[in-house]
C-alpha cells in the first residue's frame, strides 16, 4: 500500500503517543537508581503446541539474570497473532513488550510504528553473529526492529519404512513424486503418497519456486506471479490432487495433514524444523529413526524452497524498554539458541551456535542449514504478508475446481496490482 504525506505522519504522531502513553509491560521504569532491571517484561510467544513448553522455561529463565524483572509468558496461536497485535498496537491497550514475530511481519509493524527500533540498544549486540540471510527480515528502510531468533526452511518429510516397503527410493522432483506415490498407493490400498497442504499459501511457494518464479520483485517492483511460472505452479498443485498422488484438504489443514502423516495414512509431507518434534509424536515415529527428510521434490525449474523464520521484536509502545531490549537479547542469545536447537531441532540464527558440538551433531541442524542456505529470500516489504490471501484464495478455487490455473494466476496478480499501487 502506498504511504503519502497524511499517513506517515499519522503513523509518527501515533508512534509518539504510544511511547507517552505505554503498553502492557510493566508499571515501573526499567531501571531503578542502581541501575538493575525491573518491572514487568510481557512476552506474547507464538510458537507450536510441541514447542511451547520449551519457550516458556527459557522465557521465565530471564528471571534468574534479573530477579526482579517478572515475565509475563502469553502463548498465542501464530494464525490470530498478527491481527491481534496490531488491535492491540494500534489500540495502544494490551500490546506485549516484546513479541515472537514471523519474518514477513517485521516490516509491516515497523511501517505502521508498532515496532521500537533497537540500533544502538541491546538487544542487536554482536550483529556480526547474526546469519547474513536472517538478519535481512529485521530491516526497514534501514532500520532494525528486530532480532532473528530462528530461521528455517521447507522439506520433503517421509516414512522411510511405508517407502521402503513399497520399493520406492524418495523423490527427487514433481514426476518421481507421482511414480512414488502410485506405487505406495498399489502397495498399501487406502494410504496416499502425499498430503498437500491446500489451505496455507505458504505451502504453495516450493511449487512456484520450483517453477523458477516468485511472487514478486520487490527491485524492479513488478508483479511476477501472473507469468508463466506462476501457472504452472497452480497446475503442479492441481495434478497431484487430481492425479491422487496428493490428498489435500480446504479446512484446518495443519492438523489433518499432521495427523495424516503421523498415523501413517500418507508416507510423506512438506514441512519444515518447525514440525520435527509433533511429528515424531506420532505412532509411525516412536523409532525416531524413521523421519526421514529430503530436499523438497523439483519442478521444471529447479528446486525451490522459501526461507522463514522467527524474529523478536520490541512493541514501541513498552513502558519497560530497557528491560525489554534485554529480554529480546537473551532470548535471541547463542546460549538460547542453543538450547532451542538441542530440546526442538530448530535452525540458530547465530554463527556461533552452528560449531557448538550438540547443534552440529543434529542430524535435522545437518540437513537444514544446507537447505536454509539455499532458500529463496522473500520480499521483506510491508505487504509482504498481505501477498498470502489471493493465494489462498486461488489455491482453494483451482484445487475444488472452480478456476483454472491460468485464471487463478490472472487473478492473483490483479489482487496484487490493486494492493502494490506502484508495481506493475
Known amino acids: 500500500m502506498r504511504r503519502g504525506i497524511a499517513a506517515t505522519a499519522l503513523v509518527a504522531g501515533l508512534a509518539m503517543t504510544m511511547a507517552a502513553c505505554g503498553g502492557d509491560g510493566g508499571t515501573e521504569g526499567a531501571k531503578k537508581g542502581s541501575g538493575e532491571l525491573s518491572g514487568t517484561v510481557t512476552f506474547w510467544d507464538t510458537s507450536n503446541e510441541a514447542e511451547k513448553a520449551t519457550y516458556r522455561a527459557l522465557a521465565e529463565g530471564f528471571t534468574k539474570l534479573h530477579p526482579k524483572v517478572k515475565v509475563k509468558y502469553v502463548n498465542v496461536p501464530f494464525g490470530e497473532a498478527n491481527a491481534k497485535f496490531k488491535n492491540a498496537a494500534g489500540g495502544?491497550?494490551?500490546?506485549?513488550?516484546?513479541?515472537?514475530?514471523?519474518?514477513?511481519?517485521?516490516?509491516?509493524?515497523?511501517?505502521?510504528?508498532?515496532?521500537?527500533?533497537?540500533?544502538?540498544?541491546?538487544?542487536?549486540?554482536?550483529?556480526?553473529?547474526?546469519?547474513?540471510?536472517?538478519?535481512?527480515?529485521?530491516?526497514?528502510?534501514?532500520?532494525?526492529?528486530?532480532?532473528?531468533?530462528?530461521?528455517d526452511t521447507m522439506a520433503l518429510f517421509y516414512n522411510k519404512k511405508m517407502l521402503k516397503e513399497a520399493g520406492v527410493q524418495v523423490p527427487k522432483n514433481i514426476e518421481e513424486l507421482k511414480a512414488v506415490s502410485a506405487k505406495i498407493s498399489a502397495k498399501t490400498p487406502g494410504r496416499t503418497g502425499l498430503y498437500l497442504r491446500g489451505d496455507d499459501p505458504y505451502w504453495f511457494l516450493s511449487f512456484l519456486y520450483g517453477e523458477g518464479g516468485d511472487l514478486v520483485d520487490a527491485k524492479a517492483k513488478r508483479v511476477t506471479i501472473d507469468d508463466a511460472s506462476g501457472v504452472k505452479a497452480y497446475k503442479t498443485i492441481k495434478d497431484l490432487v487430481d492425479s491422487k498422488a496428493a490428498i489435500t484438504d480446504a479446512s484446518d489443514g495443519w492438523n489433518n495433514m499432521q495427523n495424516a502423516f503421523?498415523?501413517?495414512?500418507?508416507?510423506?509431507?512438506?514441512?519444515?524444523?518447525?514440525?520435527?518434534?509433533?511429528?515424531?509424536?506420532?505412532?509411525?515415529?516412536?523409532?525416531?529413526?524413521?523421519l526421514g527428510i529430503a530436499p523438497v521434490p523439483a519442478g521444471s525449474g529447479g528446486q525451490g524452497s522459501p526461507q522463514g523464520g522467527w524474529n523478536l521484536s520490541v512493541y514501541a509502545g513498552s513502558q519497560n524498554l530497557d528491560a525489554s531490549y534485554e529480554f529480546a537479547r537473551y532470548m535471541s542469545s547463542a546460549s538460547v539458541q542453543q538450547q532451542t536447537t538441542e530440546k526442538l531441532s530448530l535452525l540458530p540464527t547465530r554463527l556461533s551456535v552452528y560449531v557448538k558440538p550438540s547443534v552440529a551433531k543434529n542430524e535435522m541442524v545437518q540437513f537444514f542449514k544446507p537447505a536454509v542456505d539455499k532458500a529463496v529470500e522473500r520480499p521483506w516489504i510491508p505487504q509482504g504478508n498481505a501477498l498470502f490471501e489471493p493465494v489462498r484464495l486461488q489455491m482453494a478455487?483451482?484445487?475444488s475446481g472452480k478456476t483454472t490455473p491460468d485464471k487463478a494466476a490472472q487473478e492473483t496478480g490483479d489482487a496484487y496490482r490493486k494492493l502494490l499501487k506502484d508495481y506493475k
Open 397 to 399: 478455487n483451482v484445487l
Open 262 to 290: 503421523k498415523s501413517g495414512k500418507v508416507a510423506m509431507m512438506l514441512n519444515g524444523p518447525w514440525a520435527i518434534e509433533d511429528a515424531r509424536s506420532g505412532a509411525e515415529f516412536k523409532d525416531r529413526s524413521n
Open 92 to 151: 495502544n491497550s494490551g500490546a506485549p513488550d516484546v513479541m515472537r514475530t514471523e519474518v514477513a511481519w517485521v516490516a509491516d509493524f515497523a511501517s505502521l510504528g508498532y515496532l521500537a527500533p533497537l540500533d544502538g540498544t541491546r538487544a542487536v549486540e554482536n550483529q556480526v553473529d547474526w546469519l547474513p540471510q536472517a538478519a535481512a527480515s529485521t530491516k526497514f528502510n534501514d532500520k532494525t526492529y528486530a532480532v532473528p531468533q530462528v530461521i
